[in-house]
């Protein structure tokens, strides 16, 4: 019989240190010694092994051999490689889900939408505290763009390729002002038209743009 109580401790630091890397505040070749993160997530040593290794499967630790693990690291190359399978399961998945999105679906575009246009005027004047919740909000109007493609497979890998990308935008801290801004409500107005040529020409200028943008400010090499 599993242990609840142990499963939910497994998961929640699971759950934190995953995020700590995504939004990084785990920095790229940062050692993970298993010492330190028992203090840091209150898990023992046996479930920092496996959350390290599930974690290494995803590609978002590495494996040092017998020196542990550490925070995978980023590049150019990198960045442009999931950026362009980004582009292509979101292009994919918003032609899906433009054709057979109903009125629920139009619902949680707008609702994602208005969080997010929320916090980037909030972002634009100048306020950065709330930047995880920015990026968040961005998630969450990505995912609702895509809800109704009907393919929970294509929903989970486009979410963790999103979330690598999420981490490239985290540690350029990169905020394009007005101008995603504007791309974002570009995506809202095709998607409530159903346009979805349209909303794969934005998606493109938009991920793109994120990708130049990121990679000038110089902190990825």
Known sequence: MIDSSVETIGENAYRR???DIIFGRARPGQKLRLDRLRETYGASVSTLREILN??????????????????SPVS???LREIAALRLLLESHAL???FAVGDMEWEGRVVAAHHKLASME???????RSHTEDWKRYDWEF??????ACGSAALMETHAAIFDKYLRYQMIALSFRGDVAA????????????RDADAAARVLADHVNGGVDHALATGTIS
């Open 76 to 78: 150019v190359e990198n």
């Open 95 to 97: 032609k899906e889900s």
């Open 17 to 19: 240190m995953r995020s």
């Open 54 to 71: 599930r974690l290494a499967s995803e590609g978002l630790v590495v494996a040092e051999g017998q020196r542990g693990f550490e925070v």
């Open 142 to 147: 990505h995912q609702a763009l895509i809800s």
């Open 121 to 127: 005027r909030l972002m634009e004047s100048g306020e």
């Open 182 to 193: 504007r791309e974002h409500q570009l995506l809202r107005d095709c998607a409530l038209k």
